[in-house]
């Protein structure tokens, strides 16, 4: 009775290792039925046109953005929900995990939704504030609004692409410019 | 039976009474507390300046600009 529970218990214990060793860690993502994996990135498609639609919002809100800024920020607003929306009705009609991958790949790609069209949304909406403050303080802040000039142009001019770090690069000066400006523009008033 | 009817009797005077607690009386304006609320907020919009419209409203929407511009992504981007 003894040798049977001894070779029963070492049989579970060799199935057991046969089992895990068997099954690699990424099996279940790999594994992942098409439907699954194209209602991920559907989710993910919807998160940017929130955002998209929200990005709207403030710029509506920001009463001192130029009119050709704004111009260019809502026709990119439009563009990119018109992108995203057809994207997403191509990850629909996908049959391939490869063909959903790419979608997803161009869903980050194509548009940097949040890297990039939140940032110039709203560091234009910033700028544009500040160079408004600028000129209601008068002379006294022209140092301050001389150092915001051309950072919108440069802010909208960058282009989305697979390269993060870059783009993140290109955004921080303004950013940075922005942050000064408010702080310099804190201390004129 | 005489007991019921005067417990009754008060218990009617009582409800009636209370009941009647909100009510105006006769040349009382009715409570204001309501239309207070809805009309209280209009009144500023109309005579006071617009908050954006100053120099310390533009930089508090730039604070709010930068401060949302702070704040972390959504979606690994």
């Known amino acids: 009775m003894k040798k049977l529970i001894r070779a029963a218990m070492v049989a579970t214990a060799a199935f057991s290792v046969m089992v895990v060793a068997g099954t690699p860690a990424h099996a279940d993502a790999k594994a992942r039925p098409l439907t699954v994996v194209k209602k991920v990135v559907t989710d993910r498609i919807d998160k940017r046109l929130a955002a998209l639609q929200k990005f709207g919002t403030t710029l509506g809100r920001a009463e001192k953005v130029q009119a050709a800024h704004r111009a260019t920020l809502t026709s990119l607003i439009n563009d990119q929900t018109a992108g995203l929306k057809a994207l997403r009705t191509k990850v629909g009609g996908e049959t391939t995990a490869a063909a959903v991958k790419a979608d997803a790949k161009s869903m980050v790609d194509d548009f940097r939704v949040f890297i990039l069209t939140g940032p110039k949304v709203r560091l234009t909406a910033a700028i544009d504030t500040e160079l408004a403050v600028a000129t209601k303080l008068g002379d006294k802040a022209d140092p301050a609004a001389d150092k915001l000039a051309g950072q919108v142009d440069k802010l909208l001019a960058i282009e989305p692409g697979p390269d993060a770090g870059a783009i993140k690069d290109q955004v921080k000066p303004v950013r940075e410019a922005a942050r000064a400006a408010r702080t310099e523009l804190k201390a004129l008033k | ?77």
Not at chain 2, 10 to 22: M, Q, Y
Not at chain 2, 62 to 70: H, M, R
């Open chain 2, 1 to 77: 039976m005489r007991r019921t009817l005067a417990i009754t009797l008060a218990a009617a005077v009582l409800l009636t009474g209370g009941c009647a607690r909100n009510r105006p009386a006769a040349g009382e304006p009715a409570s204001v507390a309501p239309a207070a609320t809805t009309t209280a907020p209009a009144a500023p919009e109309t005579t006071a300046p617009k908050p954006a419209a100053d120099v310390d409203g533009l930089l508090d929407e730039v604070d709010k600009q930068l401060a949302g511009d702070a704040s972390p992504t959504e979606d690994q981007d």
